[in-house]
């Protein structure tokens, strides 16, 4: 079981930057892969960003790849997403998932955060 809770979304110019953080709680969290995915109204939800919690292992995906950056926090049970070189296009509600790495799908989702990137 994984709850998760993100925050850190806000309003923010064009060119200008945000962290969002996904405060996860859970046992055994090593065996989980986290992603960060983006929706807009009318849009189906899309990846962004995932990380182990264990090991080296990201991924982005190529729009937000060079200005994206996901980290984490293990003694905090947090996973970051710091955003630069924000895009109006970046404009969406973001939420963090969870999965058991060896598998694909995310199981566990967060409430979600609003960010929008004024032009």
């Known amino acids: 079981q994984v709850q998760l809770v993100e925050s850190g979304g806000g309003l923010v110019q064009a060119g200008g930057s945000l962290r969002l953080s996904c405060a996860a709680s859970?046992?055994?969290?090593?065996?989980?892969?986290m992603g960060w995915f983006r929706q807009t109204p009318g849009k189906e939800r899309e990846f962004v960003a995932s990380?182990?919690?264990?090991?080296?292992?990201?991924g982005y995906a190529d729009s937000v790849k060079g200005r994206f950056t996901i980290s984490r926090d293990n003694a905090r049970n947090t996973v970051y997403l710091q955003m630069n070189s924000l895009k109006p296009e970046d404009t969406a509600v973001y939420y963090c998932a969870a999965r058991i790495r060896i598998l694909t799908e995310y199981a566990y989702w967060g409430q979600g955060t609003q960010v929008t990137v004024s032009s």
């Open positions: 859970g046992r055994t969290l090593n065996n989980y892969a």
């Open positions: 990380i182990w919690w264990s090991g080296d292992r990201t």
